[in-house]
């Protein structure tokens, strides 16, 4: 294995971006940003004007960003992000330890009802299905 | 030789389908993975790992669009080539033809996959790596990543590399027995 690795390697440059490629990880290094702002304000509001500021960027490009980047828009993509973390939580934990609710709340989701949807949309389940389910 | 770090107690082949992002996790010691389904669809990812002597084989083959952190673990160093329908960003950049990664351990690459996606990655400790070269005199010719390096190689070859991967995962597939087999058998596959 060795061998074969270190004979593809020794006839490997350095890859030289393009300007297309430049732009292209300029604005994953945006999105990036803009998702760990997300993350460790997991329990609050989000705005995107709170993300722009964040990654230091205008509202065009960073709705820009997220669609080339993710093919969606900066808070699709952010919700996306926290149903997943809802997710998780839920399958680690069990009906005694916590709740929908609980965990809706701590990655920001106010209104219940709407992430219910958007978590079944997401996942094919409801929430409440994911946590009575045994891991 | 070095063993892989955390490897001694799994099986030389696991094979993991994934359908839930939550599970991105599932069947790897090697790296830490994190997943955002990008698209409301069934998900369907197949992992499949090879443990060798002291190097690890992983294939992974996606379905749909998906981005995913992965992490390489402490002491190894990770080198990916892209099968050939892939498409997709590795940091940003778009995934073509005579493009491989070089990853250096516990350094975070993003990937946004699209379907159709294959990868084999073949994780190897840096000191076999650096053991084998010095034995043969040849430390000159090679440098240890520094991060997430992309690296540009004739397309043919970076398929070559992709195609033996996948030849070892599908014989692993077929005869794990042989794998899980003394060193010597496993050299000989």
Redesign the interface.
């Given at each position: 294995l060795l061998e074969k690795l270190l004979a593809t390697l020794r006839v490997a440059d350095d890859f030289e971006p393009t300007r297309s490629d430049r732009t292209r990880q300029a604005q994953n290094r945006i999105v990036k940003v803009a998702e760990e702002y997300a993350l460790a304000h997991a329990d609050q509001r989000l705005y995107v004007t709170d993300l722009c500021r964040a990654a230091a960027v205008s509202e065009r490009t960073l709705e820009y960003a997220f669609k080339e980047i993710a093919g969606l828009i900066p808070m699709s993509y952010l919700v996306r992000l926290r149903l997943h973390r809802v997710r998780q939580a839920l399958i680690a934990a069990t009906p005694e330890s916590t709740t929908v609710s609980i965990e809706a709340l701590n990655w920001g989701f106010w209104h219940l009802g709407e992430f219910a949807r958007a978590y079944k949309a997401c996942f094919g389940e409801l929430p409440s299905d994911t946590l009575r389910r045994e891991s | 030789m070095t063993k892989p770090p955390g490897a001694s107690e799994q099986p030389a082949v696991t094979v993991v389908d994934i359908s839930?992002?939550?599970d991105a996790n599932a069947g790897v010691e090697l790296l830490d993975v994190d997943?955002?389904?990008?698209q409301?669809m069934?998900m369907r990812v197949r992992r499949v790992v090879v443990r060798?002597e002291s190097?690890t084989?992983v294939y992974h083959s996606v379905s749909l669009?998906v981005?995913t952190h992965s992490t390489v673990r402490k002491g190894l160093l990770g080198?990916v080539?892209f099968g050939p329908q892939a498409s997709g960003?590795s940091?940003?950049?778009?995934v073509r033809p005579g493009?491989?990664l070089?990853v250096a351990p516990e350094v975070e690459n993003?990937f946004?996959t699209n379907p159709g996606w294959e990868t084999t990655a073949?994780l190897?400790p840096s000191e076999?790596?650096l053991a084998?070269?010095a034995v043969r005199q040849r430390e000159s010719?090679?440098q240890l990543p520094k991060g997430v390096?992309?690296?540009?190689?004739?397309a043919g070859?970076?398929r070559?590399?992709f195609d033996?991967g996948k030849r070892l995962v599908d014989m692993a597939l077929q005869q794990p027995s042989i794998f899980d087999g003394q060193a010597r058998d496993r050299q000989a596959a």
């Open positions: - | 839930d992002p939550a997943a955002v389904q990008l409301s069934p060798l190097a084989v669009r981005r080198y080539a960003t940091d940003g950049l778009p493009m491989m070089a993003t946004v073949f190897v076999d790596i084998h070269l010719d090679f390096d992309a690296l540009h190689v004739d070859r970076v070559e590399l033996w």
